[in-house]
Structure formats: structure tokens, C-alpha cells
């Protein structure tokens, strides 16, 4: 079965630094890998995936995130967080193809952002 | 264009109960995921309906019943309520299984 780890239940940054988020996944075949933002009182809502191909992916709002197959990574970057960037970030894997499949979510990431 | 919606967006029932949500898909959606985001927690997949059959189904007990109607629309049934239902429930849509997910604010239940 397929499992998403965050390791870091919370992180805080100043504005303008720079962001890591961290993802490891666990996955027999292929991932289908994404990120999503939740906000307080929001549903979810979806950041970047990746599927295949360049393992560079960009996203919206700024950020990026690198598929790392040796390593089991795929994790999330922002070169200069903003005080709207402060919610909740989920890491996910999809089980078989598409978007709509299945997805395993990660416990999550909460970022507080520091003016 | 409405994105997809949700009612109650809060509701409290005591154990036992049985509690129905309902969910409105984005336009041109045809299929409906429900997850449970327990506090604390990533969401956690429930099933998932295409052409009103659930197609999907995750790790959760037969208390835990869903349909989906001809307009798309979809409802979450749970019966015999436990403490531990507690959660907020959100509906994603898509188009078809392989359509890209939008999720709904969600539904907070609170069991007492």
C-alpha cells in the first residue's frame, strides 16, 4: 500500500526567506505525485503534480517542487514565502493514473510565516 | 461558474445518530470523491461515485454509505455515529476518474 510522510508538523519562516517542504512517499509502481493548500476555513486546493517527464515541476502561487526518485522525494519550494503563503501544505500520492484516483494524503505541513 | 458545494458546513449530532451531507459538483463534473479529514490530519479517502455507482471505495466501515444522483450530486450517509467520526468531510469533483480534483470547503461534524 501506499503511505506519504511529512516530517515536519510545523514550520516557521520570516517573509521573504526562502521555503522547503519535505515529502516522502512509498509507492510500488510509477507515483502521481502532488502538493495542495489548505487554507483555515478552505477546502483544498491543488499547488502542482506531477505525473512524468521533467522532474522539475512549477506550480501556481510561485512555488515548485522536484521529483527525486532515488530518494523517494518530491518536495516543495518557494524561493520567497509571503504572509498569504501561511496555511496548511499536503503532500499526496495517487494510486494508478490520473488526477482523480485515489489519492493518499500526508498528516501535513503547517506553515506560519513571520513578518 | 460555482465551484463545488456543501451542506451543512457545520452540523452536531450525538452518538448513534445518522448524519446525511450533501454535495454539489463543479459544472461539467460527473464524478464525486468524499474524504475524511480527521483534526490534526491529512483527508483520508472515503469512495468515490461515477455514473451513481461508487466505483472506489477506501478503508471505512459499511456505517459509511454514499449515492449519487443523475445531476451528479452526491450524499454521505453514516450511520450508528461514533465519537470518533468526528472530522471534517470533503467532497472533491472531477471529470471523470482521470479529471483534475476540486475540493468543496467541507462539512464539520461533530459527534457528541
Known amino acids: 500500500a501506499q503511505s506519504v510522510t511529512q516530517p515536519d508538523i510545523h514550520i516557521t519562516v520570516s517573509e521573504g526567506a526562502s521555503l522547503e517542504l519535505r515529502c516522502n512517499y512509498s509507492?510500488?509502481?510509477?507515483?502521481?505525485l502532488f502538493w495542495y493548500v489548505q487554507s483555515p476555513g478552505q477546502g483544498l486546493q491543488l499547488l502542482l503534480k506531477y505525473f512524468s517527464g521533467d522532474t522539475l515541476v512549477q506550480g501556481i502561487k510561485g512555488f515548485e517542487a522536484e521529483f527525486k526518485r532515488s530518494q523517494s522525494s518530491f518536495n516543495l519550494r518557494k524561493p520567497s514565502v509571503h504572509w498569504s503563503d501561511a496555511a496548511e501544505y499536503f503532500c499526496a500520492v495517487a494510486r494508478g493514473t490520473g488526477s482523480a484516483r485515489q489519492l493518499t494524503f500526508g498528516s501535513g505541513t503547517q506553515l506560519t510565516v513571520l513578518p | 461558474d460555482a465551484g463545488v458545494t456543501q451542506s451543512p458546513t457545520h452540523l452536531i449530532k450525538t452518538r448513534g445518530q445518522q448524519v446525511t451531507l450533501r454535495c454539489s459538483p463543479k459544472s461539467g463534473h460527473d464524478t464525486v470523491s468524499w474524504y475524511q479529514q480527521a483534526l490534526g490530519q491529512g483527508p483520508q479517502f472515503i469512495f468515490q461515485y461515477y455514473e451513481e455507482e461508487e466505483r472506489q471505495r477506501g478503508n471505512f466501515p459499511d456505517r459509511f454509505s454514499g449515492h449519487q444522483f443523475p445531476n451528479y450530486s452526491s450524499e454521505l450517509n453514516v450511520n450508528a455515529l461514533l465519537l470518533g467520526d468526528s472530522a471534517l468531510y470533503l467532497c472533491a469533483s472531477s471529470y471523470q476518474s482521470t479529471g483534475e480534483l476540486f475540493f468543496g470547503e467541507g462539512s464539520r461534524l461533530t459527534v457528541l
Open positions: 509507492y510500488g509502481a510509477t507515483p502521481y
